[in-house]
């Protein structure tokens, strides 16, 4: 399977990319799948299982639902418009399916969240019907993590070919062996098979622009979070205190913990975010991007679009050989991916050798070994917003510790990623996204 930076970096909605991008997303493909017969459709009904249906509704798996079903995309969808949407489905008891056929839909009746059941095939299913006389179609989807969606028949994977095909950290820093070339070219050249050097220049400077937007938003809203926690916003109040303080040797990092909160802070009130590689972990890496832009010298918009190549390439790794999913392997999927990444983009453009690049990755990997994932009240707040803070200063760290080695390490991103797995095969399901363990249920609740 072919995987593009674009896939691991897309522009979504929030609180998350599992659970509200991949049921939006799924919503929207099941009725397309209709096609002809949408004017005939009377009643849609959607059932949620698994950590969709424990989560859902901290989640905005609901919201995400109707909306999908409205023909929205998290790419175009107004956020600033999603809560008037919903409001009028559910006040009117109407939904317009793809923006086309008006039919009556009841949330109690026609949207199920099954809090204890799940299909076997994977922790985040849904099962969509649509009734006419009769039964006109049924799909099942899976949201895969990271705002991917698979159906039954598996995902229709792209079988692009690519020049350099890669899926482990040894694979890729052989091929820059043989080639002579930085991680963030091997990757580049995979990416000429879908589209142009510009257009790929383009869109990721697009990525980032969205992802300085997200800061830019996240510094100017305050007040409390939704969802019922009473989790108030810190970003902005911080933000006026490092502009007021005089900087001392670690202002760099109180720099890089607020453009985390600030991101996911916009994130958990359902912001515009990127998906880097997921909803969840989306402060880590335009928390270090903005790193690189404000603190190192010599800082480019090609700096960063090697940056995000190279986040790209360890993203493939991970999402191919381990998981970017919390309801897969827990937390030290999305944000010990992202700080994979992250540690890898900022390594390579401080400089870094392939093989420092990959230590910078294994050691954001490996620190996060056995990261459960346990949102308090199913929201994307508690430990997460703080979680990313915390996880882009590791991700600086892991990067200048590479960058001191000459790249020799004993454990390699590929043995770090593995034991991910089955760390994460070997985790109870009550500590992936389940809300059903650790601070979940040690937090009370008011
Ligand atoms: S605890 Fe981690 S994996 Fe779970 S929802 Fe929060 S950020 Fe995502």
Redesign the pocket.
């Known amino acids: 399977m072919a995987i593009s930076v674009f896939d691991l970096f897309s522009i979504g909605i929030g609180p998350?990319s599992s659970h509200t991008v991949g049921p939006m997303r799924a919503a929207r493909l099941f009725v397309e799948a209709l096609g002809d017969d949408l004017p005939r459709v009377r009643r849609v009904k959607a059932e949620l299982f698994g950590s969709l249906g424990a989560t859902g509704f901290g989640h905005g798996s609901d919201r995400a639902v109707l909306l999908g079903l409205s023909g929205e995309t998290p790419e175009d969808v107004d956020t600033d418009a999603v809560p008037a949407l919903v409001e009028a489905i559910r006040s009117s008891g109407r939904l317009c399916l793809g923006g086309r056929q008006e039919i009556r839909f009841g949330e109690d009746r026609d949207l199920v969240m099954h809090r204890r059941r799940s299909l076997p095939e994977h922790p985040n299913g849904m099962v969509f019907r649509a009734y006419g006389e009769d039964l006109l179609l049924e799909r099942t989807y899976y949201s895969v993590g990271g705002g991917f969606v698979r159906g039954e028949q598996g995902v229709v994977e792209d079988s692009t070919p690519l020049p350099h095909p890669f899926t482990t950290g040894g694979e890729l820093l052989a091929l820059c062996r043989e080639e002579g070339v930085p991680v963030s070219e091997i990757m580049l050249r995979n990416e000429l098979a879908w589209r142009s050097r510009e257009e790929i220049e383009a869109g990721l400077l697009r990525i980032w622009d969205v992802m300085r937007e997200c800061v830019r938003n996240g510094l100017e809203h305050d007040g409390v979070l939704p969802g019922g926690l009473k989790v108030r916003r810190r970003a902005k109040s911080l933000h006026a205190k490092l502009l007021s303080e005089p900087e001392d040797s670690l202002s760099a990092m109180d720099w890089v913990g607020l453009y985390a909160l600030a991101v996911n802070e916009e994130n958990a009130s359902g912001g515009r975010v990127v998906t880097a590689p997921?909803n969840?972990?989306a402060g880590i890496i335009p928390a270090v991007l903005h790193y690189y832009r404000r603190f190192v010298q010599g800082a480019s918009d090609a700096g960063v679009v090697r940056f995000l190549l190279t986040a790209g390439a360890i993203g493939v790794i991970l999402k191919t050989t381990g998981s970017i999913s919390?309801a897969e392997v827990?937390?030290q999927?999305?944000?010990g991916s992202a700080c994979a990444m992250a540690a890898a983009g900022l390594a390579e453009v401080l400089g870094g050798s392939p093989e420092q690049v990959e230590n910078a990755a294994e050691i954001g990997v490996e620190h996060h070994l056995g990261?459960?994932?346990?949102?308090v009240g199913g929201l994307?707040q508690i430990?997460?917003i703080e979680?990313?803070a915390i996880g882009a200063s590791k991700a600086v760290q892991a990067a200048r510790m590479a960058l001191h080695g000459d790249g020799s390490h004993v454990v390699t991103l590929d043995k770090a990623i593995k034991t991910m797995r089955e760390t994460g095969a070997d985790m109870k399901v009550k500590y992936k996204?389940t809300a059903r363990g650790g601070l979940a249920v040690n937090v009370i609740e008011c």
């Open positions: 998350s997921t969840g972990a919390g827990g937390c999927g999305e944000v990261l459960t994932c346990d949102p994307v430990p997460c979680r990313n996204e």
